[in-house]
Every structure is written in C-alpha cells, then in structure tokens.
C-alpha cells in the first residue's frame, strides 16, 4: 500500500491532507509549526514527523509538498537526502497542459482525481501530468493574485 507524508498543514495543506486520509494513504504530516503538524496528525491518526525523519521512513513512498514557492529549496533537500528513491514530483496536484481538460465534477472533486494520478504515479514510476517546476511557478502565480486581493482589501477599508 502507498504510504504519502503531506508538507504543510496550511489552507493547500490541510485539503491535501484530508484527500490523501480518505484514500487511505496519508502516512504522516510535516510542518515547521509543530502545533499544526500535531493538531493535524491527531485528526486523521497518523504521525507529524520532523522532515528529517520523513526522509528516512521507509514507509513512506511519496511526498505532497504544499509549501510557499520560497520553500522550493526543500525538494533539493530532499533529492540530496534520499538516495536511491524517487524525489518528490510534485507541489501538490496541479492541472497543467495547453489543452482543456473535462472533468466529471460529480464523479470525483478535482483534487481526489489529481491526488490518485499521483499516487499512480509514484506506484508505477510514471511521470506525472505535471512536474514540481510546473507547481512552484502555478503557486508564485496564486501568491502574487492572494498578495493583490490582500492589498486592494486593505485599500477599501482605508
């Protein structure tokens, strides 16, 4: 059985999370705020585990990382730390590609749909629909779009 490790119990996170607990492959939960990571890891039953640790669990087959684009430097990390297994792929499930694709909302949220490809994907050594280059540019994009709705709130209430 795929056994995932979520980085990052933040909003991304915490739906990553939830998705990969209800396929029935969360294996544990990484966050620098160890009170998040604790809260988190007691809610659907599994460890939160230093970053560390997760990379030397032989355990856990894959990570998710739902991190800010300025923590890309932990997938080098975590390349380095792992020696003879597969790097993390992805930032988290992201849809990609010029061409449209239609999904089945009633069949399957997003998320589920893009989090089985990913554990497929690792089970099968597939490449994935999009790779964590394609993730850390797609969150710098909703950073900078988050940054600009902050700052055009805070104008409207001045």
């Given at each position: ?5 979520v980085v990052g119990c933040g909003a991304w996170g915490r739906n990553l999370i939830r998705t990969c607990a209800e396929l029935g492959v ?133």
């Amino acid at each position: 059985m795929t056994r995932i490790a979520v980085v990052g119990c933040g909003a991304w996170g915490r739906n990553l999370i939830r998705t990969c607990a209800e396929l029935g492959v969360l294996g544990a939960v990484i966050d620098t705020d160890a009170a998040a990571a604790a809260r988190e890891a007691a809610a659907w039953s599994v460890p939160a585990l230093p970053l560390a640790q997760a990379l030397d669990d032989a355990g856990l087959d894959a990570m998710i990382i739902a991190a800010p684009a300025e923590a890309e430097t932990l997938t080098g990390k975590t390349d380095a730390a792992r020696p003879g297994r597969a790097p993390p792929t992805e930032t988290g499930p992201v849809a990609a590609g010029s061409e449209p694709r239609f999904v089945d909302l009633l069949a399957e949220p997003p998320l589920t749909r893009e989090t089985r490809h990913f554990i497929r994907c690792r089970q099968t050594r597939d490449a994935p629909f999009t790779g964590i280059e394609e993730g850390v540019r797609a969150q710098r994009v909703l950073e900078r779009v988050q940054f600009q709705l902050n700052r055009c709130s805070d104008q409207l209430r001045t």
